[in-house]
């Protein structure tokens, strides 16, 4: 049962560096999300895409990208790391024949220094 | 916009005391009502859902009743243990509204043996 399956889990970047924080889910779904969770903010979105090809900003895109690969994949980049970008991210998906239910990867931790 | 509010933190509470997290929604329609849990060190899980009005939702001795009259779906638990801290998120998805899921800031609640 993989489920949603993110990776790295641990990642410590310098600022100005780029990375990719790869996300799979092998539940078919349409729907997949990421969010940044900082200590006392719960969580924000950065980018949802709601099937393979599309992409949409959410509340704090500012210094992401993403891609869509594949219905499977969907990856977040960060081309200049900044320190306030230290947060865990959580990568997700739903499927409405789910009724939207959310699954989640267990997190990267990163930490821009 | 769709939004969720749910009460600020942390609560906490004694062993075996009763416990309520209240959560109030905005939306549009009829969207789907969810409560998460993410235990310390983890990614979110689902707790329960509730799909339309008057449905509850339950799992692990939690409660919740979607109301819509008053745009609530609180939790709710008789009798809480220690391994119940955690924080708790409340969210919506809106099937009307690009099914985007829409979380709450999320309640730590700490539970003293």
């Given at each position: 049962?993989?489920?949603v399956t993110?990776?790295p889990?641990?990642?410590v970047?310098k600022?100005g560096q780029?990375?990719?924080?790869?996300?799979?889910q092998?539940m078919?779904?349409?729907?997949m999300?990421?969010?940044r969770?900082?200590?006392?903010?719960?969580?924000?979105?950065?980018?949802y895409?709601?099937?393979?090809g599309t992409?949409?900003?959410g509340?704090?895109?500012?210094?992401y990208n993403?891609?869509?690969?594949?219905?499977r994949?969907?990856?977040l980049?960060l081309?200049?790391?900044?320190p306030?970008?230290?947060?865990v991210?959580?990568?997700?998906?739903?499927?409405?024949?789910?009724?939207?239910t959310?699954?989640f990867?267990?997190?990267?931790?990163?930490t821009?220094? | 916009?769709?939004?969720?509010t749910q009460?600020?933190?942390?609560v906490t509470l004694s062993e075996?005391?009763?416990?309520?997290i209240?959560?109030?929604y905005?939306?549009?329609?009829y969207?789907s009502?969810f409560?998460?849990?993410?235990?310390?060190?983890?990614?979110?899980q689902?707790?329960l859902?509730?799909?339309?009005?008057?449905?509850?939702?339950?799992?692990?001795?939690f409660?919740?009743?979607?109301r819509?009259?008053?745009?609530?779906?609180?939790?709710?638990?008789?009798?809480?243990?220690?391994?119940?801290s955690a924080?708790?998120f409340?969210a919506?998805?809106?099937?009307?509204r690009?099914?985007?899921?829409i979380f709450g800031?999320?309640?730590?609640?700490?539970i003293?043996?």
């Amino acid at each position: 049962n993989a489920g949603v399956t993110q990776t790295p889990k641990f990642q410590v970047l310098k600022t100005g560096q780029s990375m990719t924080l790869q996300c799979a889910q092998d539940m078919n779904h349409n729907s997949m999300y990421w969010y940044r969770q900082d200590p006392g903010m719960g969580l924000r979105l950065i980018y949802y895409s709601a099937s393979e090809g599309t992409t949409d900003k959410g509340e704090v895109p500012n210094g992401y990208n993403v891609s869509r690969l594949n219905k499977r994949e969907f990856s977040l980049r960060l081309e200049s790391a900044a320190p306030s970008q230290t947060s865990v991210y959580f990568c997700a998906s739903s499927s409405l024949t789910a009724r939207n239910t959310i699954y989640f990867g267990e997190g990267s931790w990163l930490t821009v220094v | 916009g769709n939004s969720v509010t749910q009460m600020e933190g942390p609560v906490t509470l004694s062993e075996e005391a009763f416990l309520t997290i209240n959560c109030t929604y905005t939306a549009t329609g009829y969207p789907s009502l969810f409560w998460y849990v993410q235990y310390p060190g983890e990614g979110l899980q689902l707790l329960l859902k509730a799909t339309k009005a008057d449905d509850k939702g339950s799992n692990k001795g939690f409660e919740a009743t979607y109301r819509k009259e008053t745009t609530s779906f609180h939790l709710e638990k008789g009798s809480v243990q220690v391994s119940d801290s955690a924080v708790y998120f409340c969210a919506l998805s809106d099937p009307n509204r690009d099914d985007k899921i829409i979380f709450g800031k999320g309640t730590r609640l700490h539970i003293l043996p």
